[in-house]
């Protein structure tokens, strides 16, 4: 079957698109939280069979006042192990003497602080969702003991890791956070901590004390779990938590309500000193309960007993007389309420269980059928029939050991549910993952190693789809495949994503992949074939070219730039701040393009790599992408610039000069966005011209500032379209300003103040008919290019109105401090193929890597970082006056990805209204694939071998976000070239 | 075009083999002189200044360095004469020479200045740091142009396009050229990381860079040439 190369490039993105959507799903897996609102919902009362029992408030708490001593990166064994006992005397007095519960606690990956907080707080394992579903705030919005103790009335005081301060900015009725920014740093963050220790000790005025150290885990960081400060850090703490203890102890006045102690850690130390992953250092916590209530006999030995870490969060609710959070997956800690009466003992376990089974019905459609449901079903049954039994006759043996088994039947249904709860909570699904990136892989070395011909002057290649499809390699992988699909499937405990999905679309799956691969087998045997062929060609040359002579300074810039920013993906901080390395090429780009502007033009040299001499000689595929030579001159050129090399000196005065200045025109013009939003993380405080403009002072300046520049909008692009695109562009741009005056971002001077700011929904919809007007008007004038063939002008209108309606609905949705970055765009734009690209003729490989490079640097001169915080969803409301998720989710999506898909769109009007081969439009397109698709595919694998790191889930997931996102849209980028390709080729 | 070479006798092979011999030794050096400069600049001055390193009194390592580098080059050119030009070496020709030479330098100083400026060094703020980076910047790559080529413009760009060198001295000129900016680039690229270290402080990352990518120019320019000199062929225009 033969493709063109625009086309076969659109089909593979898709596929990529679908194996990004695979890997996605199976790296963020659904987590377990309940859905339902918060509300005032009355406790589960006690179960009773007759009418008798009526026991249905909350029980009373158990605990006063609890002290929270987190100690982060507390391994089990620095309390139980001989460092426990060398280090801590007093801990280990406690823990093997005192009257304390001594636990090891388990910490689910990935063990890192902030997730680990949240875990021992709400109970719930969390996964990426909920920093996507609380996109604005790091707040924590699910339920949690926090705040449900804030509710019931306690008061809580913190001081530690400032995490927590982020987590719940409004509940500390006292607070003194610190960074843990300089982890060199691990005396002064545990003295700004215990500086107030003995102050509030001596206080009567709180409920709850949450003390974070973060010093042990610095000194983990700095020379690992063996080294001497270790031990230092590990006395310092048993001092302090023996000051707490004795405090404690001597307040304590009614021996019913005793106050407790927790001493526990977030997670653990790996022997190397860091933590992130899942190996038993780091996931194995120590977690002590020390209270007077744990008093024991003489001779009772307790050995520390395994927990989940998530069982805190329930044991603290029932200790405080707190509603048990709703997402919580863990089960009560029995031995806190060992002590206590039978009836109460059941009624613990009873609001537990409940909860738990309420969690799973909302989370699980067949919940009937899970074992721990029937369980707790019949364990209520039998309470419900010893309370009857307990009410009618007091304090019987019978009575008691009938308790005990009711108590038992608790307990394993609170296992059960626990067990098949985590097993469906936040976990990789590898299987997913695996499957998704194979996808994406053979989708990119597909278009890696069609290159050369995709790239021919004819732009067509053949895809060989049908013989791959009979061949016996096809059948025997799908075979493999599907046994492989099968035994994954059927192991013990998956719970993946393609296993849940049905038969034929997980087939579907299978079949895609196997026929990829036999159609990369196949193009890899060609190529081969071929690579042996031309080097006989070359041979009989006997002409070897020299290879410098091919790689002009510009695409060994592209191609150096393309690997660079794939390779800085591999770092936190390159992330972090993307937008630095795309300023950083953009501006290499126009020193390189000035550099070779000047050399043609002061001394007319003229070694530009179109006039080499063409040969066919064998590369590897990104440079040839990136070169594009192998079609040769003929079919690279941008014809219509004159043909003779010394193009430029012939050129009249004034242009001439302004050839020379554009590149520092463009230079300026990308130092100004730079100055207009700081973005990233480092350096995202500095004043930037945007907070100035939106400052509510600045409200004249950001009028006039937008005025101007709707109105030069209004120049730079009117000039291309037709007379009633023209006047609707300009009716589109006066109603933006009113949209903009309407909702009070901007003044009309008549205006004095902001008295009555509405939403805006009329005039952002008058604005919205304009664009669809001029987005019609371009179809339509598209449309007749084709009928009457070789219109060439209307076609070229068509596409520059498209483009037009484009930028009005950008400038409507983004904010208008943000105007200028259009208006700066729309002026590069023009100066770059006026000046730069028509006369230099630069082959369409270079004008689409250019493109691309422009259109990220615009992406983060908008503002844009790769946080989720930075995402404008006031753009998704414009002109809606009800949150509608599909519109609100495309114009949010188009807001913030205006600058690429502007630059995109740029690129096909340029290459229609340039290029005299037909082919340049699909060779941008499958230029503009491979460069999308390269950072994708390498940035996949990278995630996969990163997804322990310690920032997986506050840097590279997001960046995973971004980047899918950027892939889907350029598969639609793609398509529309494709569509316009066709009609290009039809007309 | 006013760049005439020493040598006139290029046409007879071996003539041109023994002289490219000791023009090479030449050149390996005076290159050696250079670092040697770059060395001393930053052991000396510990003896004299109190509390002098390279991180802490970054500037003053800066106008050392460039001050002493400007000096051997400066020598070396007088001492070596690469490209002496016979004619017109009246005192006022030198001395309007000498003087547009210091107004290149300047506007090379500026110029520099400008451009980190639009990489996205601060405006207002560290422009001391900023210009002094540009200043030793411009001691490491238009310093040595002026010396080999004199202020002519086209000349220099003519020695960064592609075939456009005449000899030995452009072509070590060109590399260790090429190779300070590569490093003044390549000095960026640590900024944005997150380690806290000082060395990361702008501009010291960039300095550090240019100053690495000097020296390895330097180092690497007289191998280079020496092992092409079969392939290397001037035209000598
Ligand atoms: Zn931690
Ligand atoms: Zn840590």
């Given amino acids: 079957m033969r493709l063109g190369s625009g086309t076969f490039a659109a089909g593979c993105v898709v596929i990529e698109v679908l194996g990004v959507a695979l890997f996605l799903r199976g790296f963020f897996p659904a987590p377990v939280f309940s859905g339902a609102e918060r509300q005032a919902e009355s406790p589960a009362p006690e179960p009773s069979a007759g009418a008798s029992s009526n026991w249905t408030e909350l029980p009373p708490p158990l605990f006063s006042k609890v002290v929270i001593l987190l100690i982060d990166a507390l391994r ?44 021992l707080l709400t109970g719930s394992l969390p996964g990426f969702i909920d920093v996507v579903r609380n996109l604005n705030s790091p707040t924590l919005m699910e339920d949690n003991v926090i705040t449900r103790a804030k509710a019931a009335g306690k008061r809580i005081i913190f001081y530690g890791d400032e995490t927590w301060v982020k987590l719940f900015p409004k509940h500390f009725v006292e607070y003194d956070g610190t960074t843990s920014f300089f982890v060199s740093d691990y005396t002064e963050v545990d003295n700004n901590v215990t500086r107030h220790l003995d102050k509030v ?107 989940q870490q998530t069982d805190l969060a329930a044991t603290l609710s029932i200790g405080l007389g707190l509603p048990i959070p709703k997402s919580n997956t863990g089960g009560l800690m029995f031995p806190v309420v060992e002590g206590r009466p039978m009836r109460e003992q059941l009624r613990f376990l009873h609001l537990n269980t409940v909860q738990l089974s309420k969690l799973l019905q909302e989370n699980v459609p067949s919940y009937n059928k899970e074992p721990g449901f029937e369980q707790f079903k019949v364990s209520e049954r039998s309470h419900r029939n010893w309370i009857r039994l307990y009410l009618e006759e007091n304090n019987s043996e019978v009575v008691f050991n009938l308790g005990a088994k009711v108590r038992r039947q608790y307990l394993d249904a609170l296992r059960t549910l626990k067990l098949s709860l985590s097993r469906r909570a936040a976990q990789y699904d590898v299987y997913s993952m695996a499957v998704g990136t194979v996808l994406v892989l053979e989708a990119l070395v597909l278009l890696l190693l ?74 890899l045997t060609r190529v081969f074939a071929g690579g042996k062929c031309l080097s006989q060609v070359e041979l009989a040359f006997q002409n070897p070219p020299q290879s410098t002579s091919r790689w002009s300074e510009l695409d060994l810039l592209s191609f150096l730039g393309t690997v660079g920013h794939v390779l800085s993906l591999g770092a936190s901080s390159f992330i972090e701040e993307e937008h630095q390395t795309w300023y950083f090429l ?67 005065g004034s242009e001439r000069w302004m050839v020379l200045a554009s590149p520092w025109l463009v230079l300026a013009c990308c130092r100004l966005l730079r100055s207009l ?153 023009t100066i770059m193929a006026q000046f730069i690209w028509r006369p230099l003729r630069h082959d369409v490989a270079e004008v689409t890597v250019m493109h691309y490079w422009f259109g990220q640097a615009f992406f983060y001169f908008q503002g844009n970082s790769n946080s989720i915080a930075t995402v404008d969803i006031s753009a998704g409301f414009v002109g809606l006056d009800a949150y509608m998720e599909i519109p609100a989710m495309f114009l949010t999506a188009f807001a913030t990805y205006s600058g690429p898909v502007l630059w995109a769109s740029h690129l096909v009007n340029f290459l229609t209204s340039e290029a005299s081969s037909g082919s340049a439009l699909s060779h941008a397109c499958f230029c503009y ?47 529309f070239f494709t569509a316009m390709d066709q009609t290009n080729t039809k007309s | ?79 070596v004469k690469p490209n002496v030009s016979s004619k017109r070496s009246s005192l006022s020709y030198k001395v309007t020479r000498f003087l547009k030479c210091c107004i290149y330098f300047l506007t090379s100083c500026f110029f520099f200045h400008v451009i980190f400026v639009l990489y996205g060094a601060p405006l207002i703020e560290l422009a001391l740091e900023t210009f002094s980076l540009a200043v030793i910047l411009s001691t490491f790559t238009t310093i040595p142009c002026l010396c080999l080529l004199g202020p002519n413009f086209k000349a220099w760009l003519r020695i960064f396009s592609r075939n456009g060198v005449t000899s030995i001295w452009e ?59 079969k392939k290397l062929t001037y035209k000598n225009n």
Avoid at chain 1, 249 to 265: N, Q
Avoid at chain 1, 949 to 974: D, N, Q, R
Avoid at chain 2, 199 to 223: D, N, R
């Fill in chain 2, 171 to 229: 072509n070590s000129l060109q590399i260790t050229t090429i190779s300070s900016f590569v490093g003044i680039w390549l000095g960026a690229f640590p900024i944005p990381l997150d380690w806290g270290r000082p060395w990361q402080e702008w501009p010291i990352s960039c300095t550090l860079g240019a100053t690495f990518g000097y020296v390895a120019g330097l180092v690497i320019s007289p191998l280079w040439i020496y092992w092409n000199r």
């Fill in chain 1, 586 to 652: 953009v501006n290499t780009l126009c020193l390189a393009l000035c550099h070779q502007i000047y050399r043609k033009c002061l001394l007319g040299d003229d070694c530009a790599p179109q006039h080499c001499p063409h040969t066919g000689e064998e590369f590897d595929g990104v440079a040839v992408a990136l070169q594009g030579k192998r079609a040769g001159p003929e079919g690279w050129e941008l014809s219509r610039a004159p043909a003779d090399p010394s193009s430029l000196e012939a050129l009249r």
């Fill in chain 1, 201 to 307: 000790l001596k206080r009567q005025d709180w409920d709850m004390l949450i003390l974070h150290y973060l010093g042990l885990d610095h000194i983990g960081h700095i020379s690992g779990p063996s080294s001497p400060l270790v031990g230092h850090k590990l006395s310092e703490m048993d001092s302090i938590l023996m000051k707490i203890h004795t405090a404690l102890l001597a307040e304590e006045r009614d021996p019913l309500l005793p106050s407790l102690l927790v001493l526990c850690g977030d997670h653990g130390m790996s022997e190397a000193g860091g933590h992130g992953a899942s190996s038993m250092e780091e996931v194995n916590t120590a977690l002590v309960l020390v209270s007077s209530a744990f008093e024991r006999k003489p001779g009772d030995v307790r050995h520390p007993t395994r927990v």
């Fill in chain 1, 450 to 523: 069609s290159v050369p011909q995709a790239l021919s002057s004819r732009a067509e290649l053949d895809v060989p789809l049908l013989s791959p499809v009979c061949s016996l390699l096809f059948y025997l992988l799908l075979l493999a495949l599907a046994a492989l699909h099968v035994v994954v499937c059927t192991a013990a405990d998956s719970s993946c994503y393609l296993c849940s999905l049905p038969w034929l679309a997980a087939g579907g799956v299978m079949t895609l992949i196997a026929a990829l691969l036999c159609a990369g087998m196949s193009a």
């Fill in chain 1, 76 to 119: 089990d064994d620095f309390v139980f192990g001989s460092k426990g006992v060398k280090f801590m005397p007093y801990t280990t007095y406690l823990v093997e003497k005192g009257s304390s519960l001594s636990f090891v606690a388990e910490a689910k990956p990935p063990t890192v602080t902030m997730p680990r907080i949240k875990a």
């Fill in chain 1, 677 to 829: 939003n700081q973005t990233g993380v480092q350096w995202a405080h500095r004043p930037d011209l945007g907070h100035w403009l939106t400052s509510s002072d600045h409200k004249a300046e950001l009028s006039v500032l937008a005025a101007l520049s709707l109105t030069m909008i209004f120049v730079l692009v009117q000039k291309r379209c037709s007379l009633t695109s023209k006047v609707a562009m300009a009716f589109g741009l006066l109603g933006i300003y009113c949209y903009r005056a309407a909702i009070g971002n901007v003044l009309f001077p008549w205006q004095q103040d902001n008295k009555d700011i509405s939403k805006g929904i009329t005039e952002a919809r008058f604005v919205y008919v304009f664009v669809l007007g001029i987005l019609f008007t371009g179809a339509k004038d598209l449309l007749k290019s084709q009928i009457i063939a070789a219109d060439f002008t209307a076609r070229t209108v068509g596409l520059w109105e498209i483009h037009s309606g484009l930028v009005l609905l950008a400038t409507l949705l983004l904010r208008p401090h943000n105007l200028p970055v259009l208006v700066l765009s729309l002026a590069i734009q």
């Fill in chain 1, 929 to 975: 694939a491979l460069i999308c698709s390269i950072p994708v595919s390498v940035y996949i694998i990278l995630v996969t071998s990163l997804r322990y790191h310690l920032f997986i889930w506050s840097v590279f997931s997001p960046k995973l976000l971004y980047e899918g996102m950027h892939l889907l849209i350029t598969a639609a980028v793609c398509i």
């Fill in chain 2, 1 to 79: 075009m006013d760049w005439p070479l020493s040598d006139t006798s290029f046409c007879i092979a071996t003539q041109e083999n023994t002289m490219k011999d000791t023009d090479i030794k030449k050149l390996l050096y005076t290159h050696l002189l250079c670092i040697f400069s770059i060395i001393l600049s930053i052991f000396i001055p510990s003896f004299f200044l109190e509390n002098f390193s390279i991180l802490e009194t970054h500037l003053t390592w800066l106008c050392i360095c460039s001050v002493s580098v400007t000096a051997v080059n400066l020598v070396l050119y007088l001492v």
